[in-house]
């Protein structure tokens, strides 16, 4: 058949007698003219490219859309497309019923269409090129289409073609749009002068894209970009190349910043304030604030919604079209006869919406357009509730700062509350915003669901929409029920994590002591009782998932029943599948509903809560100190530290080093006026209870000098510093600050010191987590000679030495701890270093010793502060330094007793001065016995110990990453990538069998068994409503109600077996779950406890404990619900993929790219997924460390006026978690919007399939409504993976402890063997012993060989890392002894099981270890012995009088770490612990270490009394403990020296020992 334009079948067709314009084929052509002319111009402009006339402003990714009306144009350019298409689709049905083929009907269509879509195109090359002159040619083409659509549309009108007729809306629709995209080009012509006029005006990009570090870039991209999340291929295809980190995602862009938001919300609240403030008992409401701060982007996501809601209807009611227009082809076969004349071939809607493939391709932009409004919808929600959350973050921290000191310390605010305001009220809040446009919509959806049903079925569909709704409680219920079993694990499982923690502190000593399975079973039963609620949880969980799976069976079977048995025409299958993915839509909004209420309480307790947090006391203003305190949010933007010009840079750096060194000449000159820094007069302050702590202060600090505050403890000394630094309630007087003298020298006041701030250092010490160096400089200006100085006065330079990182080291929360001393001496170093005109020290000597504190006096405070002249006020209880001050307050119950000079007391009051001598010669006394007790050294050992395994984390975290089998391979980049992108299916395999083989098949028949009968439930329903229509001679009544009651009973026994297999599905998930976290859990704390001790030496702490409570609780809570959910979605896929193909095969061959292309999707998905996971994961720490440090140390950033730094930094720390949040949510945003469309193809290749194979109405019904469903769960499929894929990390790292070797618990001999008694003398012989800790490493004893008689006391000593410890821990075979042996008593100990060689012997550690319980389960956790030997044991250790005074005696309360006993007491208790063991060997490993010389003493003497008949092994820290022993052994590295008698030894001038023993003396 040849083609003609105008069809070739009608003669008139070329006719023009009736004039030109009266043909229509004519003004078909003419309307070609326009659209061509558009190609032509704009083509070459296309591929030619821009040449050198791009624009000159360089700014970023060309995202710059700045024509006015933008998106206006972009929505008019979709429409007109989407109108195009409808032309063209109207077009070709018209054609189908001429007798040739008529192209003028749709040629110029299609045209029309490739032209707008150029036109876009084109337009937004000009606008990101900048290159306005071009927009003539657009300009030109919208007029000349707008007269042509005219002309073409006046002459319908003449014609006088009927309004319904499809071809007259087309064009009227059309005519308009291009009047209004001529209207927007003329707009952006006259706005910005631009083609035509001569100078066109000029306009700068926003600040974002001149900022390359801004990457979030959703806020700046075209209309298509922001829908489909284009600009994020970039980021997550990089993924795949690198791992995503902070970097890569850049900054937030300012809208988004917590700044921004906070001054938006700060001032919708203070209006709120304004309103109430007339009415005091109303609070100002945030709610109301949160609306004017939030309310517009919320009323835009819920627009999104609703249309994304009402589009979503456009599915069942195609399904409904296209099956009813099978039916009606297949009935009807004979066709209409076929249109003459073209003239008349004018369509209807009706008709043409008859027509099923029109249905089809609507169906598909139907989906196109819900999912692409969904997706918009729940993105905008984010974008709001993270804007929220960070003005809130916000509100909170400046309140914190802002927050009355009596609120905190008496207990109206607890830290606690603070962090959960920070943690979790917050967080509800956000969700809240998430899922708030559910409230609204739910019910429209509801509701139109329900008219849609009763229009399909009537009354029947009444009765499933009610089991709906009556059902929908139980879910709320079961909710709620979740949250409280939720609540009650934890409880049990900080309860698990403490005891836990405990045993790997204590470790060692439980391993010594044959212990570890006492502690063991005390986890083991804490973890029953929180695996019996973790029972309850999955209960819940799976009832939850089951009633989600089983009310859309109940309901469409009760329907289906009820339809079948009252109404008399028989089910048709266009209303079965239509009803049935009715239903579909139904049930998610019934099931969120539950969801939804339940966040929407916890969010008006969550703002309940924020008020009255917002609205409780604050700090008074204090003006006095000066300009700073009215330091806005604003400043806070642009200055980063306080005071930048610390040192001046004009002058030499020599004068200053001189002016450093000059000695202080200071002359004692009464004290005028002028000379005083702070004068408090007739001060009464309280702590906000309204009674004065402090009364009737007059008191004055001398400028320059050094000041003292002497009394007893709790006499107000301490509150006095908070009252002068304002944090205390004034009650009456007046704290007045000088200002700075005028009279100083010139290089004083040219090193310009931040004149308000005070240097404080509290008494409880404070640190920031961060490292030491920035904690000593606390944001000043870092100058090395002052660090040096600093760090040397307070000698921390041998403590930072020991620190892996040196002064780089972090320290707090995430790093390392340190010691209270340690603490102490940086906070001290912190307020020295500071460039301040006022330091006040409060007690900064209680936790050093002897030698540190004069250190600190003379070094710091006599020569650093006084050479600096700067006023120092000293708090202090250390009496003997009060000759060093120039004036002294004297303070007794919240008095001032005495002020002045030393003189002037000891001349007024001498019965104080008398007073004070006696106290000060009793310290002197103390002072000697402290020289021994070294405690710093002690200090700085145990942080040693803490360090030295640091060089193995970082190969334990190695393993941990990689799987064993990759470690050979060669790191090159490749392997990363792959190991990037494959799912760790083996650790997936290995997490299924540690559930058992049993409930694992179980888990997978009965979810395959469900799945099948889920789909011959649908399968029946298709063949049922198919038979019924096939039309039957009217005589068999009787046969077809038989039918009918087969149909309906099979049915309904199908659906009850897929309700119950649903029930059991969920609950073997959950179960299956369980067994395998306990299993997992059972097995990490056996290994674990049995493990080599020098595992716990190599591994961080931190690192195990991770193990038992983030991975942990993953593996106990998260994955079951994943991997339920991850096989769910699965499967149904599946399972609609296979009936699609079983009713169109064809449909399999369009599956393969689509296949291929969802393969790549998830593929890229997941890795970055996973890095934006970690990334979100790791920036919300520091961010919550953030908020309770700064409520933690709240006085000291007060009294130093460093807040603004700190809201710097809050605003710094909460824009990274949000940036990081932000990016993860997009990239959801980009899979959904993906997996979407790919879903959307998959509809609309089954519906053309299925319509080109016509088979059976009822199979195409079945086939859609599975195309629909699988739109739903692609997603989910990816999601769950990704999921899954992080989750399954906590798996691997559990069993990468698992694989570690245990210690050989088993002897040669038999338990039994082993006499009852042994060993009964304690004799030991020790022959050519070698010992190394693990068999790659070095021997630490090399051939030692001694022989150690029976009840002998022997003492071993040598420097430190000679192998003394390890020699008393071969005694144990705690270390790997590789040759030579030990004997006692003739029996080898190598060759006896461990635990009951270690039950036998004793050994009192260097560190005191106690645990949480009573002093009874201290001494004897196993419960063996009488009371009377435990009294007897406590009286040796000379601790019987202080157990007795306790409540309960011997079942008195030991806090964690026996923290309510002093250090000295808790080494008697554990001298205690080896007397309760009877045992004829006793080793003491440095036991007096950390003992006054007067405890030592006694512990000699017991030693001497009580063990005079057993052999003891002491290892001296303190040489002269041991010269009262038998034999002295004096070891070096690893290998004897001298082995004698001390006496002997001592003979010896040159010998070891003696030079030892006078280094000690």
């Not at 001529?182 to 001149?210: C, G, H, S, W």
């Not at 003492?1355 to 020699?1367: A, E, M």
Request: hydrophobic share 45%; proline share 4%.
């Amino acid at each position: 058949m040849r083609l003609a334009f105008c069809g070739n079948d009608n003669t008139s067709a070329y006719n023009i007698t009736a004039g030109v314009l009266r043909n229509v084929c004519f003004v078909d052509a003419l309307n070609l003219v326009p659209h061509v002319f558009l190609l032509f111009i704009t083509f070459p402009i296309l591929f030619i490219g821009w040449g050198s006339q791009s624009s000159k402003v360089q700014i970023h990714h060309n995202t710059w859309l700045h024509f006015p009306g933008h998106n206006l144009r972009w929505i008019l350019t979709f429409t007109l497309l989407f109108v195009h298409v409808c032309e063209i689709a109207e077009g070709i049905v018209s054609d189908t019923q001429m007798k040739s083929r008529h192209l003028h009907l749709f040629l110029p269509a299609i045209i029309g269409f490739v032209a707008a879509t150029v036109s876009i195109v084109y337009y937004h090359n000009i606008e990101t090129s900048n290159f306005p002159k071009l927009l003539l040619a657009l300009f030109l083409y919208w007029i000349m289409a707008f007269v042509t659509k005219t002309i073409k549309l006046v002459r319908y009108c003449q014609d006088g073609v009927p309004f319904s007729q499809l071809r007259f809306c087309i064009t009227g629709i059309m005519v308009i749009l291009y009047g209004l995209l001529m209207a927007v080009e003329i707009n952006v012509i006259r706005v910005r002068k631009y083609v035509f006029f001569t100078n066109p005006q000029k306009v700068k990009p926003p600040e974002d894209l001149q900022d390359l570090g801004v990457r979030f870039l959703q806020p700046f991209v075209n209309l298509l970009s922001k829908a489909t999340y284009w600009w994020m291929n970039t980021l997550i295809i990089s993924a795949h190349k690198k791992p995503v980190d902070l970097k890569a995602i850049g900054k937030l862009p300012i809208a988004m910043r917590a700044l921004t938001n906070y001054v938006c919300l700060k001032e919708a609240y203070e209006e709120q304030k304004k309103k109430v403030a007339d009415q005091p008992n109303r609070s100002p409401s945030i709610w109301l604030a949160m609306y004017s701060a939030f309310g517009r982007p919320i009323l835009l996501s819920s627009t999104f919604r609703y249309l994304a809601d009402l589009l979503g209807f456009a599915g069942p009611l195609c399904i409904s079209g296209i099956v009813q227009g099978f039916q009606d082809t297949t009935n009807n076969t004979n066709t209409t006869e076929k249109m003459q004349d073209p003239s008349n071939s004018y369509l209807s809607s009706e008709a043409f919406l008859r027509n099923v493939y029109v249905l089809a391709v609507l169906l598909f932009l139907a989906l196109i357009l819900q999912r692409t409004f969904l997706q918009a919808s729940y993105y905008v929600t984010t974008e709001t509730g993270i804007n929220l959350r960070g003005a809130l973050l916000a509100m909170i921290y400046n309140k914190i700062l802002r927050l009355s000191t009596s609120n905190l310390s008496m207990g109206e605010m607890t830290l606690g509350q603070i962090n959960n305001l920070v943690a979790i009220e917050t967080n509800q809040l956000m969700w809240f915003l998430f899922l708030c446009p559910n409230l609204w919509a739910m019910p429209v959806q509801i509701i139109m669901g329900v008219i849609l049903l009763y229009n399909l079925l009537g009354v029947s569909a009444l009765v499933g929409a009610a089991v709906i709704v009556l059902l929908a409680p139980i879910q709320y219920f079961i909710a709620t029920k979740l949250a409280e079993a939720q609540k009650s694990t934890l409880d049990y499982s900080t309860e698990r994590l403490k005891k836990t923690n405990e045993i790997l502190k204590g470790i060692k000593l439980l391993k010594l002591y044959a212990w570890e399975h006492i502690f063991c079973t005390s986890v083991e039963e804490t973890r029953m009782k929180e695996l019996t609620s973790l029972k309850t949880f999955a209960l819940h969980t799976s009832l939850s998932i089951f009633m989600n799976a089983a009310i859309p069976i109940a309901a469409v079977l009760a329907t289906f029943v009820t339809y079948a048995y009252t109404n008399d025409k028989p089910l048709q299958p266009a209303q079965a599948f239509a009803s049935l993915s009715l239903f579909h839509i139904l049930v998610t909004p019934l099931f969120l509903l539950s969801t939804v209420v339940r966040f929407a309480v916890k969010a008006i307790v969550s703002v309940q809560k924020l008020n009255e947090f917002l609205l409780s006391d604050e700090i008074g203003d204090d003006s006095w100190r000066g300009g700073e305190s009215s330091l806005t949010y604003e400043s806070c933007k642009k200055h980063t530290g306080l005071h930048t010009k610390a040192i001046n840079r004009r002058q030499p750096l020599r004068y200053q080093l001189e002016s450093y060194e000059q000695p202080s000449r200071r002359q004692t000159r009464p004290l005028e006026i002028d000379d005083i820094a702070i004068k408090v007069t007739n001060g009464y302050f309280s702590w906000g209870s309204g009674l004065a702590t402090l009364s009737n202060i007059n008191i004055r600090i001398p400028t320059g000098q050094m000041t003292m505050i002497v009394g007893q403890v709790g006499c107000g000394k301490s509150s006095l510093l908070l009252a002068i630094l304002g944090e205390m309630q004034t009650l009456e007087g007046k704290v007045h600050w000088s200002n700075v003298n005028e009279t100083e020298p010139s290089f004083e006041v040219s090193r310009s010191r931040n004149r308000y701030s005070v240097a404080y250092a509290a008494q409880k010490p404070w640190l920031l987590n961060a490292t030491v160096e920035e904690n000593i400089i606390f944001g000043s200006p870092f100058n090395k000679q002052r660090y040096k100085a600093v760090t040397d006065a307070c000698s921390l330079q041998p403590d930072i030495d020991l620190l892996p990182f040196g002064d780089q080291t972090e320290i707090g929360e995430r790093g390392i701890n340190l010691s209270g001393g340690q603490r102490q001496r940086i906070c001290v170093a912190r307020a020295l270093y500071q460039n301040t005109n006022i330091v006040f020290l409060d007690d900064p000597f209680s936790a050093l010793d002897i030698h540190l504190s004069d250190h600190l006096m003379q070094e710091g405070i006599l020569k650093f502060l006084q050479e600096d002249k700067r006023t120092l006020v000293l708090v202090t209880h250390k009496l003997q330094y009060l000759p060093h001050a120039d004036w002294i307050i004297a303070m007794k119950d919240g008095m001032v007793l005495r002020e002045g000079t030393l003189k002037d007391i000891q001349t007024k009051d001498t019965e104080l001065y008398e007073h004070w001598k006696t106290l000060m010669n009793r310290q002197d006394q103390e002072l000697e016995k402290d020289m021994e007790a070294d405690q710093t050294t002690l200090e700085r050992k145990t942080l040693r110990r803490a360090m030295y395994p640091r060089e193995s984390k970082a190969q334990l975290e190695d393993e941990d990453e990689e799987e064993e089998e990759e470690e050979d391979e060669d790191d090159n980049m490749s392997t990363v990538l792959r190991l990037r992108t494959k799912m760790p299916w083996k650790t997936c395999w290995r997490y299924l069998t540690s559930g058992g083989f049993f409930l694992l098949f179980l888990m997978i028949f009965s979810k395959l068994l469900k799945h099948s009968v889920i789909v011959a439930i649908d399968y029946w329903l298709a063949t049922w409503t198919s038979m019924d229509n096939a039309n039957e001679p009217g005589n068999m009544d009787d046969a077809k109600s038989t039918k009918k009651t087969y149909h309906v009973a099979v049915f309904s026994i199908l659906s009850g077996a897929g309700i119950v297999l649903c029930l059991i599905t969920s609950l073997t998930v959950e179960w299956m779950g369980l067994t395998a976290a306990k299993n997992l859990h059972h097995n990490l704390l056996n290994k674990i406890i049995l493990g080599p001790i020098r595992f716990f030496d190599t591994t961080p702490l931190g690192l195990i404990l991770n193990r038992f409570s983030a991975d942990t609780n993953i593996i106990d809570q998260h994955i079951p619900p994943t991997l339920e959910s991850l096989t769910r979605s699965t499967l149904l896929c599946l399972s609609a993929i296979g009936m699609i193909s079983y009713a169109t095969p064809w449909f399999l061959v369009a599956l393969v790219p689509l296949g291929i292309a969802f393969y790549f999707i998830q593929k890229y998905f997941r890795v970055a997924s996973k890095d934006l996971q970690e990334l979100d994961d790791s920036t919300q720490l520091p961010l919550l460390c953030h908020f309770s440090e700064t409520a933690e140390g709240l006085t000291t950033i007060r009294a130093f006026r460093h807040e603004a730094r700190f809201k710097q930094r809050m605003l710094e720390l909460t824009d990274t978690n949000n940036i990081a949040y932000l990016f993860l949510s997009a990239a959801n945003r980009w899979l959904e919007v993906r997996t979407d469309y790919l879903g959307a193809c998959i509809v609309l290749t089954a519906a053309v399939t299925s319509i080109t194979e016509e088979p059976n109405s009822g199979f195409v019904g079945l086939g859609l409504l599975y195309a629909l469903t699988i739109t739903n769960y692609l997603n989910w499929v990816v999601r769950n993976l990704a999921d899954l894929e992080v989750q399954m990390g906590a798996v691997k790292k559990v069993h990468s402890f698992l694989n570690m070797e245990s210690e050989n618990y088993e002897g040669y001999l038999d338990p039994s063997q082993v006499p009852k008694d042994w060993p009964q003398e304690g004799e030991i012989k020790i022959e050519n012993l070698c010992v190394r800790y693990e068999n790659n490493l070095k021997p630490v004893l090399k051939h030692v060989k001694a022989y150690i008689k029976p009840g002998q006391k022997v003492g071993i000593c040598g420097r430190t890392g000679s192998g003394k410890s390890s020699l008393s821990l071969a005694f144990f075979r705690m270390v790997d002894i590789f040759d030579g042996r030990i004997v006692i008593d003739g029996i080898d100990i190598s060759k006896l099981p461990l635990h009951t060689l270690r039950s036998r012997l004793s050994i009192i550690l260097q560190d005191p270890i106690l645990f949480s319980g009573s002093i009874r389960f201290n001494l004897d956790p196993e419960c063996k012995c009488t009371d009377d030997r435990l009294w007897e044991a406590l009286e040796i250790a000379q601790l019987k009088n202080m157990v007795k005074s306790l409540p309960g005696g011997l079942d008195a309360v030991v806090t964690e770490g026996g923290e309510n006993f002093s250090v000295g007491q808790r080494q008697l208790f554990c001298l205690a612990r080896a007397f309760v063991r009877k045992s004829s060997i006793l080793i003491m490993d440095e036991a007096t270490a950390s003992i006054d010389m007067a405890t030592e003493n006694i512990l000699q003497k017991v030693v001497m009394t009580a063990f005079a008949d057993r052999t003891v092994v002491t290892i001296a820290h303190r040489v002269h403990t041991i010269l009262t022993a038998d034999l002295v052994i004096v070891m070096k590295r690893g290998n004897i020296l001298e082995y004698d008698t001390p006496e002997n030894l001592l003979s010896q001038e040159d010998g070891i020992f003696a030079s030892f023993v006078r280094a000690d003396m």
